[in-house]
């Protein structure tokens, strides 16, 4: 069985030992807008349409105070005493130490991710139309951005009790592009439990399930890091993610270890894949 899901701004694929998933660019719906857009109410009106702005995976967040840009700062840096460009002298360097930096440490949450696909409609449980849960999650995005956020920032003093990483949480939208109707995340940790704990207490699902994660999708997936299988050079066509879930184990046999290389080859020759990677069930233990 496939689901193709449309994502906004990037997508992925996923290929798995018992499961598979993967992000690809996918161009066979370019007569659509491109621009997702949505349905909006104002009060006393009717319904009209406006463009939705769905938010990228990586963070480019500007945290400066300054209203100037960026550009300005470094000019002014680069800036000598008076204002011109500035003075290098070589003799200056001559009596300096060499201080070699070292790479940025592994997170300590590093060690197994996980997928979870989460549908409004399927877990809601308070009988909400489409459109009331579409206005819900939009009220909530910013619960949930800053719930992920906060999951990956902590030191020693600061949030040390997080245990997982949010590596990407992406709105899935409905079929005509102008509603979101879910997400799918990433998740990574060094155990299972931790993963529950924090979807447990993750804003969005919270309103739709309070805390229930029996009817969520989780899958471990093992990433592969290949740059082949990577290809994420720019935002062409629509992006998507499939999900293709294996049938009975008596149905399927050895079919996936007997079309793994095929597989491989027709996913790397596409160069339209952004992720890939096995799914598997999220056991304790790998």
């Not at 050895?254 to 339209?272: A, F, G, P, T, V």
């Amino acid at each position: 069985m496939y689901q193709l899901l449309r994502l906004s701004q990037i997508s992925i694929l996923l290929a798995a030992s018992s499961l598979s998933f993967f992000f690809a660019r996918c161009q066979a719906f370019s007569s659509y807008a491109a621009a997702p857009t949505a349905f909006v109410r104002p009060a006393g009106g009717a319904l009209s349409w406006q463009p939705l702005f769905s938010s990228f995976a990586a963070d480019g967040s500007e945290y400066s105070s300054k209203e100037n840009s960026d550009t300005d700062d470094d000019d002014d840096a680069n800036r000598g005493d008076y204002g011109g460009r500035p003075d290098f002298d070589d003799d200056d360097d001559e009596g300096s130490s060499t201080v070699e930096l070292s790479p940025v440490p592994m997170s300590k949450n590093t060690a197994n991710r996980f997928v979870s696909i989460v549908w409004d409609r399927i877990l809601d449980q308070e009988g909400r139309d489409a459109l009331d849960l579409f206005y819900n999650r939009i009220e909530m995005t910013e619960d949930h951005v800053m719930c992920c956020r906060k999951a990956n920032l902590y030191n020693e003093t600061f949030n040390a009790e997080s245990m997982v990483d949010v590596l990407w949480s992406l709105p899935i939208l409905s079929s005509d592009l102008r509603r979101v109707i879910g997400h799918a995340m990433c998740m990574e940790s060094t155990e299972l439990k931790f993963v529950h704990e924090f979807m447990k207490n993750e804003p969005i699902i919270q309103n739709l399930t309070q805390g229930n994660l029996e009817n969520i999708p989780l899958y471990r997936w093992r990433h592969i890091r290949d740059y082949t299988l990577r290809i994420d050079d720019g935002r062409f066509g629509f992006p998507c993610m499939c999900l293709a879930l294996d049938d009975e184990p008596e149905t399927v046999k050895n079919m996936r270890q007997e079309l793994h290389e095929d597989s491989m080859e027709y996913l790397i020759r596409s160069e339209k894949v952004i992720a890939a990677g096995p799914l598997h069930f999220p056991t304790e233990f790998k």
